[in-house]
């Protein structure tokens, strides 16, 4: 097996990814379907989900509630999702149509 194992973006369950560049295991998981695109999304333990490394079109880059002064769930999308403005916006008023507002 090489040092850098393929991912798998079929499946729901954890993988384990031996990164090259840090030297280190990491831990991805299914974090969903974009909410815009329906691509499968996935994301590191660590956070550390740059669409650039081995995620992907598939890095998760999810939309947050507290981001906008609201709580509720995350809205999921991906990376592509996330810096295409009409996207962004769809995406937006999904999240304003389940989140509640908060005092700031």
């Known amino acids: 097996m090489s040092s850098e194992a393929r991912l798998d973006f079929s499946v729901d369950h954890p993988q384990s990814y031996s990164s ?4 280190e295991q990491r831990v991805l998981t299914y974090a969903g379907r974009c909410e815009s695109c329906g691509i499968r999304t996935y994301g590191f333990s660590d956070g550390r989900n740059d669409p650039r490394g081995p995620l992907g079109e598939h890095a998760s880059h999810n939309m947050e509630a507290s981001d906008h002064f609201m709580a509720g769930p995350q809205v999921v999308a991906c990376f592509s999702c996330m810096n ?4 962004y916006h769809s995406l937006l008023a999904v999240g304003m149509r389940r989140w509640k507002k908060t005092d700031r």
Do not use: K, S, V
């Open 84 to 87: 295409d403005q009409q996207r």
């Open 20 to 23: 090259p560049w840090e030297g």
